[in-house]
């Protein structure tokens, strides 16, 4: 397993953009598939983002598409999410998440599939 740890949230008006980030630790790193989820009040958590371990292959949640980017710099150990334009409801809490990713071209959507988490970082988004 590796550890996560996520920064970057915050405060922003609807519209607004922030980029999150995610420090990985561990030496494995570039073994693993990274991938964001969120939880809204009173929602469970859902999908976000995630990106494959090479970089190569990306998905995203519909709701997000088109205004969220994932990425990831492997010299940094560091995987980001862009998020633009941002809407109200795009309110929650915003966890990292890795998984060992031996096929390299598939992103896998499902949370149970992770088993290495943040503790996540707090977006609120102001109308």
């Known amino acids: 397993q590796v550890q996560l740890v996520e920064s970057g949230g915050g405060l922003v008006q609807a519209g607004g953009s922030l980029r999150l980030s995610c420090a990985v630790s561990g030496r494995t790193y570039s073994s693993y598939a990274l991938a964001w989820f969120r939880r809204a009040p009173e929602k469970e958590r859902e999908f976000v983002a995630g990106?494959?371990?090479?970089?190569?292959?990306?998905d995203y949640a519909d709701s997000v598409k088109g205004r969220f980017t994932i990425s990831r710099d492997n010299a940094k150990n560091t995987v980001y999410l862009q998020v633009n334009s941002l809407k109200p409801e795009d309110t929650a809490v915003y966890y990292c998440?890795?998984?060992?990713?031996?096929?390299?071209?598939?992103?896998?959507?499902?949370?149970?599939?992770?088993?290495?988490w943040g503790q996540g970082t707090q977006v609120t988004v102001s109308s």
């Open positions: 998440a890795a998984r060992l990713d031996p096929f390299n071209y598939v992103v896998i959507t499902n949370e149970d599939r992770y088993d290495s």
């Open positions: 990106i494959t371990r090479s970089g190569g292959h990306t």
